[in-house]
């Protein structure tokens, strides 16, 4: 259990003009921060098992639905909030958060003529076109606002192939053996305390079935957006690959500006079979917090991929540039034999943000391997950490992993650090473990500046350079956006 | 062109040139020889407009306009290019990509349409026939586990590509073997015309072998102690550096 550390205060008296530049810290304005008026219908503040009956009720859930989630609250109360990530935020009063908010007029899912005409404004200002004629990308969305999924596009091309694609309250009635089968099979509601708190509460969320032998015909991508103040967003995910059969799935967050913080505690589970693959991508820019550190989403998220068939095969890639604090760890369970995790992260944290992030690899089967590629950016004030384990286990001949973790430090007030765990009970193993930090050299800078580029498009190059192999493994529009949004986050620290 | 009057300059409060005065018209190639730590690399980063230059007293002027409060990448785009002693490493953008960005940049400013794909390709295939340089480059990282000649060569190249008005060579001899001096050196010739200046920064006369200046200056100490034609090369070959810091010596004494 090494820690690296690097703290850019060593090479103070280096920085001249340029590097002064990146420390100024400016007010870029965080373009998704609007706020919809729409009436919603909202559960009374604070948490107890009548709460959690009172979602269960509103959602029209079987009984045993209502009873799993009990169960998780109750296991819920028994515990105590982790402690251990490299991230300082002032206690969370649970009693203190709505947990259960949707728009009012609740739309019939089958036709988007009946959505709200304000939820369909709302997620055209963000770019997210839900009508079905406009989307040229043939990319599926399932967009969650609140607590509710409003409106999921392309159902009936998906229903063609037999790809399920719906929220997982819409799963709930129509497909009630499939989640009760898988929900909570790869993240158990004991497994820590956001994700039991996670599964007594959850509103809703997204649930894909792709059948046996079948590659979805298009990308399926689901939207968060937090609006209501005060609410905490639960959302779960569940993604079922049968065997042979492959899926990428895309997910994007924002919220609005609010001067408070808002909890986002997520859980993912992903479940491949054999000769399976899902790839996962996300790009998340919940609203970070002012340039003052004041308000922002606290985002605590499980999210678990097992790959519980031989030749089974899943990607995380994540671009990660908002959340006030980040905590989350995309991990992967490599059960069968010849299965495949790969990791894939670019993290930006900038002004007071904290994130404190990674993966976990397990490798339980047979000639399992591992990739995993870490990119931390950090600028301003903020902390960024990469946290990660590979493991290996008794049985797992064969087993190899290759860790890379690169931190690029801008300016001389962040902070970078690396915390990998390594745990391997099999001789055959293979692991290795490469980490490097970068600061943003002066000497770069001036290079381009040279050569006839600004300095702020010089520190986009640099950094979109260093996040490279991160960018090629996510879908083309998806990378275009992340490029985007890194120029974005980091604006403000180039002066 | 350019025109420098008393220049002086610090690095790190202390201070390297001491009064330099030059001037350079439009087609002619200077070159700058002295011994190391006479500030010949100052001089090519202070035109440049590096941050870790300051400058304390004198004038500059490129094309009638005064430099020492333009932005480096200004600089660039009025026509000033520095090809860099050591060139810089940028990982994970590929020389396609930056000199694309480069090249309209410098098009943009000065009022030109950005080159199209082809254009562009058409471009570096010419400019990079001139060097002898394998196009599997273009995709390889900006310098990344580039050669100290091919590094020399890709700053050549990004100068035949830009075509600045005023070239400014930090040692681009140096570290080279003579075959790869000759390949650089004929790019330099390329480059040249009647309209654009070369300023070459060199510690050895070799280069001047093949890249014959119209005026040579010594800089010792931070000032130009002697001026002269190409002849003055040879001569400070022949003699050594010393031979001009006696002749300083004496003069300073009389």
Not at chain 2, 18 to 33: P, Q
Not at chain 2, 121 to 146: A, C, H, T, Y
């Amino acid at each position: 259990m090494e820690e690296i550390k690097t703290n850019g205060l060593q090479e103070k008296d280096e920085i001249s003009e340029d590097m002064q530049l990146l420390n100024d810290v400016t007010k870029n304005e965080y373009k998704w921060g609007f706020i919809t008026d729409i009436e919603s219908d909202t559960a009374p503040k604070g948490l107890n098992e009548e709460i959690v009956r009172f979602i269960s009720l509103k959602k029209g859930e079987p009984e045993w639905m209502t009873e799993w989630r009990l169960k998780a609250f109750r296991h819920w109360q028994t515990m105590e909030e982790p402690k251990w990530p490299n991230v300082k935020y002032p206690k969370i009063d649970f009693q203190d958060i709505i947990y259960y908010s949707a728009p009012k007029k609740k739309p019939q899912l089958d036709s988007l003529d009946e959505v709200d005409p304000e939820l369909l404004k709302t997620f055209e200002k963000l770019g997210i076109p839900l009508e079905e004629q406009k989307i040229l990308s043939g990319v599926a969305v399932d967009a969650v606002f609140d607590s509710v999924s409003v409106a999921t596009t392309f159902k009936e091309t998906l229903k063609e192939k037999g790809v399920i694609f719906s929220s997982v309250s819409e799963a709930l009635k129509d497909h009630p053996e499939l989640v009760k089968k898988y929900l909570g099979s790869v993240v158990p509601y004991t497994d820590n305390y956001y994700a039991a708190l996670n599964a007594a509460v959850f509103s809703d969320g997204s649930f894909v079935y792709i059948p046996k032998g079948v590659r979805c015909p298009m990308e399926l991508s689901t939207y968060f957006r937090i609006n209501n103040e005060e609410t905490g967003q639960f959302e779960r995910t569940l993604i079922i690959a049968e065997e042979g059969s492959y899926v990428s799935y895309l997910e994007g967050c924002t919220a609005p500006i609010r001067d408070t913080n808002q909890l986002h505690a997520a859980v993912v589970e992903l479940v491949i079979l054999e000769n399976a693959e899902i790839k996962y991508s996300t790009v998340q820019n919940w609203y970070p917090g002012n340039s003052e550190g004041k308000g922002g989403i606290y985002n605590f998220v499980t999210k678990r991929a097992a790959c519980r068939g031989n030749h089974s095969k899943v990607s995380w890639t994540q671009v990660e540039t908002g959340s006030a604090v980040t905590w989350k760890y995309p991990s992967c369970i490599l059960q069968g034999d010849y299965s495949v995790g790969e990791f894939y992260s670019v993290a930006v944290t900038n002004n007071y943000q904290q994130a404190d992030t990674g993966t976990k690899m397990i490798h339980l089967g047979k000639n399992t391997s591992s990739t995993i590629i870490s990119k931390g950016i950090s600028a301003g004030k903020s902390n960024n950490s990469y946290r990660g384990l590979v493991k290996v286990g008794k049985k797992a001949d064969n087993a190899r992993n290759f860790t890379q973790c690169d931190s690029m430090l801008m300016g001389d007030k962040c902070g970078a650090h690396t915390f990998p765990y390594i745990e391997i009970e099999n001789d055959t193993a293979k692991v290795e473990h490469e980490a490097t930090t970068s600061k943003v050299g002066e000497d770069q800078i001036f290079y381009l500046n040279q050569r006839g580029i600004s300095t702020e498009d010089a520190v986009n190059m640099i950094v979109n350079g260093f996040c490279k192999e991160v960018f090629n493994e996510l879908p083309m529009e998806f990378a275009v956006e992340a490029q985007k949004l890194l120029a974005i986050s980091l604006e403000s620290s180039v002066g | 062109m350019l025109v420098i009057k008393n220049l002086k300059a610090n690095v790190e409060g202390k201070e390297i040139l001491k009064g330099i005065n030059l001037e350079i018209k439009a087609g002619e190639v200077h070159a700058i020889m002295g011994p190391n730590g006479s500030g010949k690399s100052t001089l090519a980063n202070v035109l440049a407009g590096h941050g870790g230059y300051e400058v304390t007293d004198g004038e500059i002027y490129f094309e009638g306009k005064e430099l020492v409060e333009l932005a480096p990448e200004d600089r660039a785009r009025e026509g000033i290019f520095l090809a860099f002693q050591y060139p810089i490493e940028i990982p994970g953008i590929s020389n396609a990509t930056f000199l694309k960005t480069a090249l309209n940049e410098v098009r943009k400013y000065n009022g030109k349409p950005e080159a199209t794909p082809k254009e562009f390709m058409e471009l570096l295939r010419e400019k990079s026939g001139v060097l002898g340089m394998d196009p599997q480059f273009i995709s390889r990282s900006v310098n990344v586990g580039f050669s100290g000649g091919e590094k020399k060569r890709n700053e050549i190249l990004q100068m035949l590509m830009l075509q600045p008005k005023l070239a400014l060579l930090d040692e681009t001899d140096s570290g080279l073997d003579i075959d790869a001096l000759k390949i650089v050196s004929s790019g330099v010739n390329v480059f040249k015309n009647n309209d654009n200046a070369v300023l070459l920064v060199t510690h050895y006369q070799r280069l001047l072998d093949y890249i014959v200046p119209d005026y040579v200056h010594v800089l010792s100490k931070g000032r130009i102690i002697k001026s002269g034609g190409k002849e003055l090369a040879l001569e400070l070959e022949e003699k050594g550096y010393d031979w001009i810091k006696n002749d300083e010596l004496i003069e300073e004494n009389v």
